[in-house]
């Protein structure tokens, strides 16, 4: 058998390989966490967001408030939901972050990196915002610049992302999984 790694297999044939790997990557999904990444995905192109960063936004600016919305999501659906299905959506949505950054044009090396590094932030965001409920105003802006330190005027993310915690508590997990919901 070829494999990609093979100096003698031919560059098609690393290729067919290649795309027979993501294609199996893609039938493994499951496809009903399709909507909570896509509302993920929604939530972040919000223009509102980026109105105050003093530079223009860039994926990584874009990823950086993916990540906190997704940070957001699972705080507050922790508690009363299975952590089986949570660890599937979880797992589910950093397979679609990792296809994203190969869209992009990252090699394989550059991509492994990229996304231990965005697992670190991620895990960082998480431990931030674990007692969002408990923090004054101040200690939620100073959060806030920790992971999007482009931005000048953090009162309008903290009162985002204070509204965006209220509708996810409002919300079903299964309304998330079954339908795109408008937030």
Not at 107 to 132: C, E, P, R, T
Request: proline letters at 1%; aromatic letters at 16%.
């Amino acid at each position: 058998m070829c494999t990609p790694w093979c100096f003698t297999t031919l560059f098609s044939v690393q290729l067919d390989i290649r795309i027979n790997i993501i294609n199996n990557l893609i039938k493994l999904m499951n496809i009903s966490y399709l909507n909570i990444y896509n509302n993920l995905v929604n939530l972040t192109r919000n223009k509102k967001l980026y109105k105050d960063f003093k530079y223009q936004d860039t994926f990584s600016d874009r990823l950086n408030f993916f990540l906190l919305h997704f940070a957001f999501f699972l705080k507050v659906y922790k508690k009363d939901n299975n952590k089986e299905l949570l660890q599937e959506i979880y797992d589910y949505i950093f397979r679609q972050v990792e296809l994203s950054i190969r869209e992009i044009g990252y090699g394989d090396q550059s991509i492994n990196k990229k996304m231990k590094d965005y697992l670190n932030l991620f895990y960082a965001m998480i431990d931030k915002i674990d007692n969002w409920d408990n923090l004054e105003f101040n200690a939620k802006k100073d959060i806030l610049i920790i992971f999007l330190d482009k931005s000048i005027n953090t009162e309008n993310l903290v009162g985002y992302f204070e509204k965006y915690k209220e509708k996810l508590t409002n919300n079903t997990l299964n309304s998330f999984i079954k339908g795109v919901i408008n937030l």
